[in-house]
């Protein structure tokens, strides 16, 4: 029975000719809050707000919807935006997930700090004619920074080369490149201009597809966000369109493992905090997501303003040898 309806009992008791204090035992509250008055508020400016927003971003849930208040410069409590969101009836139907087999084991060669790893990967659609569209997207793991999609009805080794060339001369190398062990990426060709480049290739066992997770996660969101809810006539409208969602993706939708910051401003208070001259970042990210968040001021929203559902864990950084060799290629240790 909730609040209101004890209230209400208490009342009636009091109008058997029962004292306030005997009625508020029998009901079972205190008679502080026997004596309290709701003061209900006008939630209608708000849920015309959510109902605008949920219009523009169909896949969007209640906490994306208050990071995004947030962000705006509004003060509101997730927990308001929880009630409204369910009374407009805007809540997300939940889809049933697939049981996969898992082996326990965690994602290998876990990222520290940007450029160490990227993963790159194939996702596949289809224009209204039925014409088939191969998508290569290149994700930077520590940041989840979009760094290309690239839409062709065929993308091979030469091409995929042709897209990192400039990623490689404008952000830097990374130290690893993550795939799985498709024809394209396992390429002669592609595999000897990495080794040129001084960048290794990680490549995930066969049937693991959690050991790049983060890749099969920005599938995931592509896919909801974006393939899903659009209809193209040609692949250049399909290169347009995605390139727009790429750059929104990067600049404007906040990430809930990022404290709900976009990856462009989890990239700028690394770099920010980095230049400030301490020998090592305390902005940790692990599988879980963001910690220390707080040590940033002016980034809304702060992480303590997180619900308690979706505050990040601390960081657990992998032993992966490759972590190790990361740290000793930087201490100078290994030449």
Same mark, same amino acid.
């Given at each position: 029975?909730?609040? @209101? *309806?004890?209230?209400?009992?208490?009342?009636?008791?009091?109008?058997?000719?029962? &004292?306030?204090?005997?009625?508020?035992?029998?009901?079972?509250?205190?008679?502080?809050?026997?004596?309290?008055? @709701?003061?209900?508020?006008?939630?209608?400016?708000?849920?015309? *707000?959510?109902?605008?927003?949920?219009?523009?971003?169909?896949?969007?849930?209640?906490?994306?919807?208050?990071?995004?208040?947030?962000?705006?410069?509004?003060?509101?409590?997730?927990? *308001?935006?929880?009630?409204?969101?369910?009374?407009?009836?805007?809540?997300?139907?939940?889809?049933?997930?697939?049981?996969?087999?898992?082996?326990?084991?965690?994602? %290998?060669? /876990?990222?520290?700090?940007?450029?160490?790893?990227?993963?790159? $990967?194939?996702? !596949?659609?289809?224009? $209204?004619?039925?014409?088939?569209?191969?998508?290569?997207?290149?994700?930077?793991?520590?940041?989840?920074?979009?760094?290309?999609?690239?839409?062709?009805?065929?993308?091979?080794?030469?091409?995929?080369?042709?897209?990192?060339?400039?990623?490689?001369? /404008?952000?830097?190398?990374?130290?690893?490149?993550?795939?799985?062990?498709? %024809?394209?990426?396992?390429?002669?060709?592609?595999?000897?201009?990495?080794?040129?480049?001084?960048? /290794?290739? +990680?490549?995930?066992?066969?049937? &693991?597809?959690?050991?790049?997770?983060?890749?099969?996660?920005?599938?995931?969101?592509?896919?909801?966000?974006?393939?899903?809810?659009?209809?193209?006539?040609?692949?250049?409208?399909?290169?347009?369109?995605?390139?727009?969602?790429?750059?929104?993706?990067?600049?404007?939708? @906040? +990430?809930?493992?990022?404290?709900?910051?976009? @990856?462009?401003?989890?990239?700028?208070?690394?770099?920010?905090?980095?230049?400030?001259?301490?020998?090592?970042?305390?902005?940790?990210?692990?599988?879980?997501?963001?910690?220390?968040? +707080? !040590?940033?001021?002016?980034?809304? %929203?702060?992480?303590?303003?997180?619900?308690?559902?979706? /505050?990040?864990?601390?960081?657990?950084?992998?032993? +992966? %040898?490759?972590?190790?060799? &990361?740290?000793? *290629?930087?201490?100078? &240790?290994?030449?």
């Amino acid at each position: 029975m909730n609040a @209101p *309806r004890r209230r209400e009992g208490v009342k009636r008791l009091r109008d058997q000719s029962l &004292s306030e204090r005997q009625a508020s035992r029998l009901v079972g509250v205190s008679r502080s809050t026997a004596r309290y008055r @709701p003061h209900p508020r006008d939630d209608a400016p708000l849920a015309e *707000r959510l109902k605008r927003l949920a219009r523009r971003k169909k896949r969007y849930g209640y906490r994306r919807a208050w990071a995004t208040l947030r962000r705006a410069g509004e003060r509101i409590n997730h927990k *308001r935006v929880y009630r409204v969101w369910r009374k407009e009836g805007l809540s997300l139907k939940n889809r049933p997930r697939r049981k996969r087999a898992r082996s326990g084991a965690s994602v %290998p060669c /876990q990222a520290t700090h940007p450029n160490h790893v990227w993963t790159y $990967d194939f996702i !596949h659609d289809a224009c $209204d004619s039925g014409r088939k569209l191969k998508l290569l997207t290149l994700l930077d793991e520590f940041t989840r920074e979009c760094l290309a999609i690239e839409v062709d009805p065929s993308i091979r080794a030469g091409r995929v080369i042709e897209v990192l060339q400039p990623l490689f001369a /404008q952000r830097g190398r990374p130290e690893f490149l993550r795939s799985d062990n498709g %024809p394209e990426f396992v390429a002669c060709q592609l595999k000897a201009w990495l080794a040129e480049a001084g960048t /290794q290739t +990680h490549y995930i066992e066969p049937g &693991s597809p959690w050991q790049n997770g983060f890749g099969e996660s920005f599938h995931s969101r592509l896919r909801d966000e974006c393939l899903n809810g659009e209809v193209f006539a040609t692949v250049a409208e399909a290169r347009v369109v995605t390139e727009l969602w790429r750059r929104e993706y990067n600049q404007e939708r @906040p +990430h809930s493992s990022l404290g709900y910051r976009t @990856p462009t401003e989890f990239r700028a208070a690394w770099e920010a905090q980095s230049r400030a001259g301490e020998n090592r970042p305390r902005l940790g990210l692990s599988l879980g997501g963001l910690t220390d968040a +707080h !040590h940033y001021e002016g980034q809304t %929203p702060l992480a303590q303003d997180l619900p308690p559902s979706v /505050q990040p864990p601390a960081a657990a950084l992998g032993s +992966h %040898p490759c972590v190790a060799r &990361s740290s000793e *290629r930087a201490t100078g &240790s290994v030449p």
